[in-house]
């Protein structure tokens, strides 16, 4: 394994291992960690960088939504890591560095597809960032940080957040305070009701939605608001 040639993925990264056996480790994916030869060490995978790297990745990035979003109370920033941390974001990192080619596993994993697996493309970035912190501390893993999380965290953040989560903290950004809904109109049926709530924030009109649950008319009028104000498509 010693033999492996990773500088490309290193110049992808932005930054060259002072100590290349923790990027080997960081890229040595479980399936492996049978694999050795009798006599052998056993091979160490990448399960303990990825262990470190969540913790890493979860102090990167609440520091981030910390000094970006100065008036936002906790409530408004958990949405938000939640969604930049989650293994899905994890996985579009690894493939916009190219992480995918440089994996090593057990030629049935690869067989199975592993290299474009969300989990296993999620491990091997939170274990390069562990390994980052350890080889260079923590700025060398926000080094790499910055070069994917930063510049798109809007876009992530935003695709696991709801309509009423999205405009209030549009509305907030925007000093305009929290949105307010209001029912203008409610009928059918106890079992089976329909409700109709508007979304008002000062200086613009209201917009309206509709739901059987009142909770449900809130999110079609904020999604209503979001969409007429081109804050989001309707394939958001």
């Given at each position: 394994m010693s033999d492996h040639d990773f500088s490309e993925l290193e110049t992808r990264l932005g930054r060259g291992f002072d100590n290349p056996s923790l990027l080997l480790r960081a890229l040595t994916h479980s399936s492996l960690s049978g694999g050795a030869g009798e006599?052998?060490?056993?091979?160490?995978?990448?399960e303990r960088l990825e262990f470190l790297g969540d913790r890493v990745l979860g102090l990167l990035t609440a520091e981030e939504l910390f000094r970006r979003y100065p008036d936002f109370e906790e409530g408004d920033?958990?949405?938000?890591?939640?969604?930049?941390?989650?293994?899905?974001?994890?996985a579009k990192a690894a493939l916009y560095f190219g992480v995918?080619?440089?994996?090593?596993?057990?030629?049935?994993e690869e067989g199975a597809g592993g290299r474009?697996?969300?989990?296993?493309?999620?491990?091997?970035?939170?274990?390069?960032?562990?390994?980052?912190?350890?080889?260079g501390g923590l700025d060398a893993a926000r080094r790499v940080y910055e070069r994917y999380w930063t510049p798109n965290l809007e876009a992530l953040a935003r695709v696991h957040r709801d309509p009423k989560t999205e405009l209030q903290e549009w509305?907030?950004?925007?000093?305009?305070?929290?949105?307010?809904?209001e029912v203008i109109d409610a009928e059918g049926p106890a079992h089976a009701p329909?409700?109709?709530?508007?979304?008002?924030i000062k200086g613009f009109r209201p917009a309206a939605g509709e739901?059987?649950?009142?909770?449900?008319?809130?999110?079609?009028a904020a999604r209503a608001f979001l969409v007429r104000e081109n804050i989001w498509t309707d394939n958001d």
């Open positions: 006599g052998d060490a056993p091979v160490r995978d990448l920033l958990a949405p938000r890591l939640n969604a930049l941390v989650r293994k899905e974001t994890c995918d080619r440089f994996i090593l596993m057990s030629e049935w474009k697996k969300t989990a296993i493309l999620g491990d091997v970035m939170e274990a390069l960032l562990g390994a980052l912190f350890i080889d509305s907030q950004r925007r000093k305009l305070g929290a949105p307010d809904y329909a409700f109709t709530v508007e979304a008002r739901g059987r649950s009142k909770r449900a008319a809130q999110m079609a």
